[in-house]
């Protein structure tokens, strides 16, 4: 079943499709690559036949050769594999979706003031090595304060910890705590994020149930790609943390309810591709 999507933004391949209400959200249009791992990325298991990311991708106006000829680099890179004209994920794809649905989760609101550290020993590290760890550092929603130093508030389970990393848990002591976490994220700019994207959850639930929500489906898919995007980068900070008003915390119950209109529409579409 299709439970939500991811996006990969890229700037090439510009396809058409998509409505231009949620331009504001800041969504490049997908090319085939992206719409294939946004299938896939949102799909319990990742799974899904050839046929069906084809017709998908033709919603976006993207030719089924193009579709083929991505997926088969796709599964040469080691990101797919493939077996009986239907393709799955694979490797560090993986571990993106178990973040996706993370995100997802409504966190416990309790919060006991300690934070998580991570301070790595070495610095003889290749550059693929600190790039991986760079991406689980963020997929566990840890803020780099300063390089190979990072840090969090315990209110999550701990990050990963591998070979030369050291991971601590306990109270944190510094001049300002809020200006500390406005040192470690954005937060007028997640806010903003996050309004405009409540705005068009919002405006566009409605139009996924209406006549003309087949023909919108694009626009739909683009629309849920937001919301996961943002919700796997948001850091679930706890309420002691973040502002008075923190629409953040609003768009997980909104997506879950926009989600709902959104699998059956993806259940009729596949249904008949």
Known sequence: MIQYLFVVRNRGNRTDGVDETVSELGIDPLNARSVVLSSLLGSHPPRQSAR????????????????????????????????DASYELAG?????????????????????????????????????????????MEGARMAELRPDIWLRPANVPAPPRSEGVIVTRGPFECDDVGDLVGRLWPLD????????????????????????????????????????????????????LTPVTWTASSIRPLYDEFLVVFQRQLRAFFAGA
């Open 189 to 240: 700019s997640i806010e903003q994020q996050a309004g405009r994207l409540e705005r068009v959850l919002h405006d566009h639930l409605p139009v996924i149930d209406s006549p003309a929500g087949d023909d919108a489906l694009a626009t739909t898919f683009t629309v849920a790609a937001a919301a996961v995007r943002f919700l796997r980068s948001e850091p679930q900070l706890p309420g002691a």
């Open 92 to 136: 560090r794809l993986l571990d993106r979706q178990r973040e996706q649905d993370i995100g997802r989760r409504v966190i416990d609101a309790s919060w006991d003031g300690t934070w998580w550290s991570v301070i790595v020993e070495s610095d003889r590290r290749s550059t693929a090595e600190r790039r991986s760890f760079r991406a689980s």
């Open 52 to 83: 069906s990311l084809i017709a998908l991708a033709e919603r976006f106006g993207i030719r089924p050769g193009t579709v083929r000829t991505a997926l088969s680099r796709m599964v040469a890179s080691g990101e797919l594999t493939t077996d």
